[in-house]
């Protein structure tokens, strides 16, 4: 996606989209690290290559982020880069504010999310006074709803329930919440053909996932005419989760750790009997990675008395494609 969003960017610096009427979410997950964006628009792929795919920035291991309202990429990138600089999502935000890059920050929107070093989540929103009506936002604990050219409020308000009232992984969530905008003309401009948008997305990473190569990467991005993107997207989004689920029923639990929280030590341990290579990873809650090794048998032991306290992931992965997360407290 990296790749492809800077090939968007190159073609079209220049080249805002108009209002870009657009509902979306950007949410975090501080157990397992992932890291989620969904969402959808009155866009398409006749528009701009993707469609509304082009607001989402994840960068695995530390947060994501929305740009959306008369989008420019410079805007986005110049966000991209002050998250990797370690700036808060509300610092971000001020950032942008001061330093649009057309000098109007009054037509922008933003939704942010990241976890801070101790593995807080952390969420920021700014809905510019020059924005399209219906325009708002709503900024939750670990997830940020936007949206302009709506029908109303009610459609981020029903957004927000369809993930806060959804069992499941975050990607459930995600999804449930874009349902919760599936109505004729969620987006305004939508209302003529029917549907709540053209195009729509669903992205999620694992805080070791490679940026062009995301753990769930689901885009429509065009339909045909009277065809619901969201509706779409969730069949996508079944068949995606049937194969994972086979995938992973076929992958045991194999690594454990003996002692969490973790003082001075931290060991794992191996339950399956095996010499293979495992490629070790540890990562801090802002997406660091702190340990870089190989390790095979039944366990291994490494130091941790100097590292910060906080939340750590550990990632184990090997060559036959098995990999499994797991979450340390650091006391």
Not at 234 to 240: G, I, K, N, S
Request: with cysteine.
């Amino acid at each position: 996606m990296k790749k492809y969003l800077l090939s968007v960017i190159l073609c079209t610096f220049l080249l805002p989209l108009s209002a870009q009427d657009t509902f979306s979410i950007v949410a975090v997950d501080t157990l397992n690290g992932q890291i989620g964006s969904a969402g959808a628009s009155c866009i398409d792929n006749n528009d701009i290559a993707g469609g509304a795919i082009i607001i989402s920035d994840i960068i695995p291991g530390r947060g994501a982020i929305h740009t959306q309202s008369y989008w420019i990429p410079a805007n986005q990138l110049n966000a991209h880069n002050r998250m990797l600089l370690g700036d808060s999502p509300d610092e971000i935000i001020a950032w942008l504010e001061a330093n649009d890059a057309q000098g109007q920050p009054a037509k922008r929107q933003y939704g942010i999310v990241d976890t801070d070093s101790d593995g807080h989540p952390r969420s920021a929103a700014f809905t510019g006074a020059a924005c399209m009506d219906w325009k708002g936002h709503i900024a939750g604990v670990n997830y940020s709803i936007q949206g302009n050219i709506l029908l109303g409020q009610h459609i981020i308000d029903s957004i927000e329930a369809g993930f806060l009232h959804t069992e499941g992984t975050l990607a459930d969530k995600l999804m449930a919440a874009l349902q919760g905008a599936n109505v004729p003309g969620a987006d305004s401009r939508c209302l003529s053909e029917g549907v709540s948008s053209l195009s729509a997305f669903l992205r999620l990473a694992n805080p070791d996932d490679d940026p062009d190569s995301l753990y769930l990467d689901l885009n429509v991005a065009e339909t045909p005419f009277g065809v619901e993107p969201i509706t779409a997207l969730q069949e996508l989004y079944d068949e995606w989760k049937q194969l994972t689920g086979l995938r992973e029923k076929q992958q045991p639990v194999r690594w454990q750790l003996t002692q969490n929280p973790a003082e001075a030590n931290c060991r794992l341990i191996n339950k399956l009997p095996t010499n293979e290579a495992f490629s070790l990873v540890v990562y801090q809650a802002t997406g660091q990675a702190v340990l870089r090794t190989t390790v095979s048998g039944q366990s291994f032991s490494f130091a941790v008395a100097h590292w910060p306290a906080g939340l750590y992931l550990i990632t184990l992965s090997n060559a036959d494609g098995y990999c499994q997360t797991l979450k340390m407290m650091l006391k």
